[in-house]
T-cell receptor
Framework: AQSVTQLGSHVSVSEGALVLLRCNYS??????LFWYVQYPNQGLQLLLK??????LVKGINGFEAEFKKSETSFHLTKPSAHMSDAAEYFC???????????FGKGTMLLVSP | DAGVIQSPRHEVTEMGQEVTLRCKPI?????LFWYRQTMMRGLELLIY????????DSGMPEDRFSAKMPNASFSTLKIQPSEPRDSAVYFC???????????FGEGSRLTVL
């Protein structure tokens, strides 16, 4: 069965600092990979997705993620955190033969002034 | 373009009452998913449909939960009778076949007293 592991349930950064949220997947076949963001009292919104076209994927709001097959990782980064980035972030994977996404448990990003 | 629409956004009810949550997926999407989100258990897939047909309901917690999709533009999730442990945010999401990114609604926050 697929699994997605997000390291750290909470990550704290200062405004302007680098954001790094970690995600590792387990799959025998390179999957489709996604990062979603959830702001308080809202649904999940797609930040970016990897579909094998390019290993470095750029998303909305200045976020990007790099697919590393050798490390089975898909970490999310942003060079400079903004207060508005405070939210919960979910990594998810999908194998090509499946209809459903497997979600990680989420990482809450806290941004301090 | 309208996104996934869920109603009600908030529902407060008493134990034993019937609860019906509603979802209108994005037009043209052929998959519909119901998720439940709680602090303790995170995001849980309850059931999903393909072309209005239930494909996997193994995540439905018990017989008190039922879901229907009578047509391509409407789905319901019903809890009867409701219990306090059903308190959660219920999300509906839809997608197309293929890369399978999910589009989420804003959620229905259920409180059972």
């Amino acid at each position: 069965a697929q699994s997605v592991t997000q390291l750290g349930s909470h990550v704290s950064v200062s405004e302007g600092a680098l954001v790094l949220l970690r995600c590792n997947y387990s799959s025998s076949v390179p999957p489709y990979l996604f990062w979603y963001v959830q702001y308080p009292n809202q649904g999940l919104q797609l930040l970016l997705k990897y579909t094998s076209a390019a290993t470095l994927v750029k998303g909305i709001n200045g976020f990007e993620a790099e697919f590393k097959k050798s490390e089975t990782s898909f970490h999310l980064t942003k060079p400079s955190a903004h207060m508005s980035d405070a939210a919960e972030y979910f990594c998810a994977s999908k194998d090509s033969g499946y209809s459903t996404l497997t979600f990680g448990k989420g990482t809450m990003l806290l941004v301090s002034p | 373009d309208a996104g996934v629409i869920q109603s009600p956004r908030h529902e407060v009810t008493e134990m034993g009452q019937e609860v019906t949550l509603r979802c209108k997926p994005i037009s043209g999407h052929d998959y519909l998913f119901w998720y439940r989100q709680t602090m303790m258990r995170g995001l849980e897939l309850l059931i999903y449909f393909n072309n209005n047909v239930p494909i996997d309901d193994s995540g439905m917690p018990e017989d008190r939960f039922s879901a229907k999709m009578p047509n391509a533009s409407f789905s319901t999730l019903k809890i009867q009778p409701s219990e306090p442990r059903d308190s959660a945010v219920y999300f509906c999401a839809s997608s197309n076949v293929g890369e399978g990114e999910l589009f989420f609604g804003e959620g229905s926050r259920l409180t059972v007293l």
